[in-house]
């Protein structure tokens, strides 16, 4: 102890605490602040870089998500859309169908209707013909058979031989 | 000596336990210190004891003084020296350094008169002589009374000298100042990515501030202690590790120096303090216990609590002192062996053995930075704590 005692110097211990002193002053300034704030800041950014990226990845997973989701909707629209056009396709041929039969049907009535007046009138038309040709020949039939007296009386004869039959 | 009897008394017992620890570490650790200065003491002894032949004793006695001679500062910065062999006499190679004295004025001049102790320098009508590495005031013709244990009992004047430790703490600061200002430079150049040597010193800085600051003062007052704390730290670590080069200054082994940063702790742990920390020494069982009951208990625990604030501190000293300079007592004493041993296995061997204890003492030298730092760490945390923070870091403990 008495050693220790002995061997403590002031002076060694006054330039001790003033270059102590003046180090932890100008290192505290110069170098531990900047080195600090930079170690921090730096800290701080990969920090904050890292959470952004972290954001980022459950964007884009929100993104897929919504992707994802759109492309199901649009499938799904697609499929209604050809669903309806089948629809649409079908009813269009039906009624197209329909359509033609009835103006088929119309068509056929009207041609049935027009052979049958025109049978009509035919028909009448050759009725008169015939009227009058029937006509004519029992005009001429009657001028020949009038023209001799026997003729005429053999007619009478005949006639009233019919008319006793019946 | 501790009456836990309720919940709020266990917390306390808790804090109280774990500062006792604390307390129980340091005097131990300070035992020991002291036991190693004992022998080392011890060692020089016996090697004084056992004389040996007539011719080894003057080589011991040489390689003993050289070794004292180095443990101590010095008025010049000596590189090496040689004795001529025919003259007797001693060749120094180095350069002076400057003397400043104050003795009823201020004395200065460069070391380079004292001659290496060989001669008394005169400065405005004074007369000085070194010896052991010390001035003494003596008059025209250099005579040095001694007392009867063989001490000089002539006038030591007030020594401001610019020594060889003074030079070494100055070349340690600048290094420093250079090494970690241009780290930061280095930073603001790179944006925030250090290069070439900051890449060995970050991590140790981070070291220090997350594991050391932070783990030991909290994540709230850190700030405050971390410059002293870097600093500290480098400044110890730099020192020891110049101590192990062939400069062989032994500057954190000088008791002065440790003594100079044990102070500075003292003081910023006293000037830092908080009422809670205040408190806890004068009123250590808090308020869960009656006055009557405390003021028994106190007549022991509070002279304890306050010679505990001076312990911490001489602790961190002697620990530091102790360990450096046993590290170059041991280095040198087996250096020394190589010179006595004088033969083919001799000399292999107190190589081999020096070789191996550098080693350690490589370890040793970032140790003991790391123990200073480490404690004085932990003591700037029970000053700064406050009782909220206390309780609430205790509820952590104890619901984990």
Not at chain 2, 301 to 321: D, H, M, N
Request: hydrophobic residues 45%; proline residues 3%; charged residues 20%.
């Amino acid at each position: 102890m008495e050693k220790l005692i002995n061997d403590f110097s002031f002076g060694l211990f006054f330039w001790q605490i003033i270059i102590f002193v003046l180090l932890l002053l100008l290192l505290r300034k110069f170098a531990w602040k900047p080195i600090l704030n930079a170690v921090n800041d730096r800290e701080e950014g990969i920090k904050t870089a890292l959470d952004s990226a972290e954001k980022a990845k459950l964007e884009m997973q929100n993104l897929q998500a919504d992707n994802e989701k759109l492309l199901q909707e649009a499938r799904a629209e697609r499929e209604m859309m050809m669903k309806e056009a089948r629809e649409i396709k079908a009813k269009m041929i039906a009624d197209a169908k329909e359509d033609a039969k009835t103006e088929a049907d119309k068509m056929v009535a009207q041609a049935q209707a027009a052979i049958e007046s025109e049978k009509k009138s035919a028909i009448a038309e050759l009725k008169q013909q015939v009227a009058s040709l029937s006509l004519e020949i029992a005009e001429k039939v009657v001028k020949h058979e009038l023209s001799d007296k026997d003729k005429q009386l053999k007619l009478v004869e005949e006639m009233l031989g019919d008319a006793k039959l019946n | 000596m501790y009456f836990c009897t309720d919940f709020k008394d266990t917390v306390i017992c808790s804090k109280m336990q774990r500062k006792t620890l604390v307390r129980i570490l340091s005097v131990l650790l300070f035992i020991v210190s002291f036991s190693g200065i004992a022998q080392e003491e011890h060692a020089m002894e016996v090697k004084e004891i056992a004389p040996g032949e007539a011719g080894s004793k003057t080589k011991k006695e040489e390689i003993k003084e050289f070794i004292n001679h180095h443990l101590m500062d010095s008025h010049d910065f000596n590189l090496f020296g040689s004795t001529d062999e025919e003259t007797g006499k001693t060749h120094h190679y180095g350069f002076p350094l400057p003397v400043i004295l104050w003795d009823g004025g201020l004395h200065t001049f460069m070391s380079s008169k004292f001659h290496h102790g060989e001669s008394v320098a005169e400065s405005n009508g004074n007369y000085y002589k070194l010896y052991h590495s010390k001035i003494y005031k003596t008059d025209a013709e250099g005579t040095i009374n001694y007392d009867e244990k063989h001490h000089p009992t002539n006038v030591r004047p007030l020594d401001f000298s610019i020594t060889k430790s003074v030079v070494m703490m100055l070349v340690v600061g600048l290094m420093l100042i250079w090494l970690f200002s241009s780290l930061a430079k280095s930073y603001a150049k790179n944006g925030s990515i250090p290069r070439g040597i900051g890449r060995l010193f970050e991590p140790i800085v981070l070291y220090i501030r997350d594991d050391i600051a932070i783990a030991n003062i909290g994540e709230n007052k850190y700030k405050k202690y971390l410059p002293f704390l870097l600093t500290t730290f480098f400044f110890i670590w730099f020192l020891n590790m110049f101590g192990l080069t062939p400069l062989g200054v032994n500057v954190t082994g000088n008791i002065a120096v440790t003594t100079g940063l044990a102070v500075i702790v003292f003081l910023i742990t006293t000037f830092t303090g908080t009422k809670d920390y205040w408190k806890h020494i004068f009123d250590p069982l808090g308020d869960g216990m009656p006055w009557a009951g405390k003021i028994f208990i106190y007549i022991i625990l509070v002279p304890i609590e306050i010679l505990g604030l001076f312990i911490k501190p001489f602790a961190l000293l002697i620990r530091l002192y102790a360990n450096m300079t046993a590290g170059h007592v041991v280095l040198m004493s087996l250096i020394g062996l190589i010179f006595i041993f004088k033969s083919w296995i001799g000399g292999p061997l107190s190589f081999g053995l020096s070789f191996a204890i550098s080693l350690i003492e490589l370890l040793v030298a970032l140790l003991q930075a790391y123990i200073f730092t480490m404690l004085a760490a932990l003591y700037f945390g029970f000053a700064s704590e406050t009782h909220a923070e206390h309780e609430a870091h205790e509820g952590e403990v104890q619901h984990l």
